[in-house]
């Protein structure tokens, strides 16, 4: 608990006077004013974290927490349970969409066991196992509250490390069967929104099988009364090893004033509960893209945050994070190399700033 306690404390707001800077350097290229829209917003809100105008994206890395989940006993998923110990072994074989897009792109993968069943055949998977799996949560809690604050520790520690190593950002993933059902648990008791908002059919799922999700996760509510005030709370009652590792990526990216790159729903769900123990937390965060889950868009709306991209991806994985890291990668080359108005002899007096 000390870790996280002083994790929280550590954590301020966004550098405005760092943003403006960069926003001013903006409107000095050789461009119309704003007119590279959400690229020159990206660079700006990343000067905020740093306090620096330039901040060179070089060293990427994607973290990705795994661990089973016991409401799967309830056919909340139609993939088994065992998908989520492959997955993990495959990912640093490069066979995973993530593997293969964070190769595209440059980015390092790891891989972390949070709770899967069994042990991974892999060296490259990171042993942080807490239990194997979570409980099911129509039964009782999920884990206990120690166990949730245990996980989200793992997450500030080992984001720590990677950034004392040199990375510049990190992006949020996730591996565990039944995730999206522990993700919409969480979202629906934090926010109160109906399951039929919060819930979607995950990987795929059958009509009676949806409604049959949907009814688990009103069930597991309704048996253990998370509180909405207190999300560590409710990742204990409902939640996944997998969420509170993300929200502990998510207060040390805070802590440490690095950018980080959330992925789809499941992060999403994780940022929620970090913002809610620290809302400064959201200077820090940036959204990769806005997944085909049910609750992503209303999740974007509770966060006040704009994804880069909307591709209709549902995958998970912290496939969307290479893909932002390309973006954010363009964004800041642009910043630092485009010529200025003096350079061009063009004077920018005439123009209009309509970002208004």
């Not at 110990?85 to 440059?106: P, Q, Y």
């Not at 500030?156 to 059902?181: A, H």
Request: charged share 20%; with cysteine; hydrophobic share 40%.
């Amino acid at each position: 608990m000390e870790l996280l306690k002083e994790t929280l404390s550590m954590i301020t707001g966004a550098d405005k006077e760092a943003m403006k800077r960069t926003r001013s350097k903006w409107d000095g290229l050789v461009k119309p004013i704003g007119s590279l829209g959400q690229l020159e917003e990206l660079t700006i809100k990343i000067s905020g974290m740093t306090g620096k105008t330039i901040n060179p994206i070089k060293r990427t890395a994607i973290l990705v927490m795994c661990s089973d989940n016991g409401v799967c006993s309830e056919g909340v998923s139609a993939a088994p349970q065992f998908f989520t110990r492959i997955l993990a072994e495959s990912m640093s074989k490069g066979l995973t969409g993530v593997a293969t897009l964070a190769s595209f792109s440059g980015a390092d993968i790891y891989t972390v066991d949070l709770g899967i069943i069994g042990n991974p055949m892999d060296a490259n998977v990171i042993s942080r196992k807490i239990s194997d799996g979570t409980n099911n949560f129509v039964l009782g809690p999920a884990m206990t509250y120690e166990q949730a604050v245990k996980a989200i520790e793992i997450g500030i520690d080992i984001s720590d490390r990677l950034y004392s190593q040199g990375y510049d950002i990190l992006g949020t993933g996730e591996v565990g069967i039944g995730n999206t059902t522990t993700s919409s648990a969480v979202m629906t008791a934090l926010t109160g929104l109906d399951v039929d908002i919060t819930c979607g059919k995950g990987a795929g799922l059958t009509e009676d099988q949806y409604s049959n999700k949907k009814e688990i996760i009103r069930k597991g509510i309704e048996i253990n009364k998370p509180d909405k005030e207190d999300p560590i709370h409710v990742i204990s009652k409902v939640g996944g090893y997998d969420i509170a590792g993300m929200c502990g990526s998510y207060l040390s990216a805070a802590k440490n004033r690095k950018p980080i790159v959330m992925d789809g729903f499941i992060s999403s769900v994780a940022a929620l509960c970090a913002i809610k123990l620290n809302p400064y937390v959201k200077d820090y965060i940036i959204p990769s893209h806005l997944s085909k889950e049910p609750g992503s868009s209303f999740l974007m709306n509770e966060l006040k945050l704009t994804p880069i991209l909307n591709l209709d991806m549902r995958l998970g994985e912290g496939s969307g994070c290479p893909l932002a890291f390309s973006v954010l990668k363009a964004a800041m080359y642009t910043l630092e190399n485009m010529g200025t108005f003096e350079n061009t002899a063009l004077s920018s007096e005439e123009l209009i700033d309509i970002r208004e």
